[in-house]
């Protein structure tokens, strides 16, 4: 399997509001809810840096399509972490411990560059499979976002449908790069990048979304508990994407064997016919 030739990717320069987002609730009054997205949008602006760095590395060993699909990717990948930077700036940092939770994050992606272009490209594409297997629970109908702000769900709908058209854009570059690998190095090295980065992006998510609630006085361990119940029990955010994300472990695995083009046609089209525009910044 490969990137059907009918796929495109289009960047999008559009701008949301975000003030919405200054509601320590605004998931439909679901704290934990709104930790949790929070949580990952305070990830995105660096994390998406180092995807565009990661696939840029390697674009002198790229032509004809894959070249315009990556060049396609970080167009897109700047324009989310600038309506990330937006929508993070939302967040009261006299309020949340934001700067602790950057430094941290820091740290993580400090030690992730220094292993160099190769290793930074096998971080992102497990991290796109995170972000593909996501977005796809909002194309196929499991609206995590009800009840949320219309500017802020359209943030979050226009970014799963972007993250759907390049999600196998980074997979792409890593088979072309190694190309003249054995097999069996190729899969070792996606394999075990996916149980390290599984680890840090679960760690992550949990602590920094723990960190928002105990902000807002809850308990830490009360917290903990409740964002981890959020992610793997009701609604089950991730426990939801458990299959999708085994699939990665089967050899010949390719991003569009979970073929989302009728579903992201149906949002593609809901984006432009029936959701309010977002208003300019």
């Given at each position: ?174 088979q072309e790069v190694s190309k003249t690998w054995k097999p069996s190095q190729r899969y070792g090295l996606r394999a075990i990048s996916m149980l390290v980065v599984t680890r840090r992006f679960i760690r ?14 809850m308990g830490k361990w009360e917290a903990r508990a409740r964002v981890l119940w959020y992610l793997f029990g ?48």
């Amino acid at each position: 399997m490969t990137t059907p030739s009918d796929v495109t990717i289009t960047p999008r320069n559009l701008h949301f509001r975000a003030d919405g987002a200054a509601d320590r609730a605004w998931l439909g009054g679901d704290r934990v809810g709104t930790a949790v997205f929070n949580a990952l949008s305070l990830t995105f602006p660096d994390g998406e840096r180092m995807f565009m760095d990661a696939v840029r590395a390697h674009r002198g060993e790229l032509s004809g399509k894959l070249l315009a699909d990556a060049n396609a990717f970080i167009a897109q990948e700047a324009i989310h972490s600038r309506e990330h930077v937006g929508l993070n700036g939302a967040l009261d940092p006299a309020h949340y411990p934001l700067a602790e939770i950057q430094a941290d994050l820091d740290r993580t992606l400090v030690e992730a560059r220094k292993e160099g272009p190769l290793s930074m490209l096998a971080a992102t594409i497990t991290l796109e499979h995170f972000t593909a297997i996501l977005s796809d629970l909002l194309l196929k109908g499991h609206d995590f976002l009800a009840g949320a702000p219309t500017e802020l769900r359209q943030l979050w709908r226009w970014h799963a449908m972007e993250e759907t058209e390049h999600k196998a854009v980074s997979f792409d570059v890593f088979q072309e790069v190694s190309k003249t690998w054995k097999p069996s190095q190729r899969y070792g090295l996606r394999a075990i990048s996916m149980l390290v980065v599984t680890r840090r992006f679960i760690r992550n998510i949990t602590l920094y979304a723990t960190r928002l609630l105990t902000a807002d006085g809850m308990g830490k361990w009360e917290a903990r508990a409740r964002v981890l119940w959020y992610l793997f029990g009701t609604p089950g955010l991730l426990r939801k994407c458990g299959l999708a994300y085994l699939d990665w472990f089967r050899p010949g695995f390719h991003p569009w064997d979970h073929d989302s083009r009728v579903q992201l046609d149906a949002l593609r089209a809901d984006y432009q016919l029936g959701l309010p525009a977002p208003a300019a910044a």
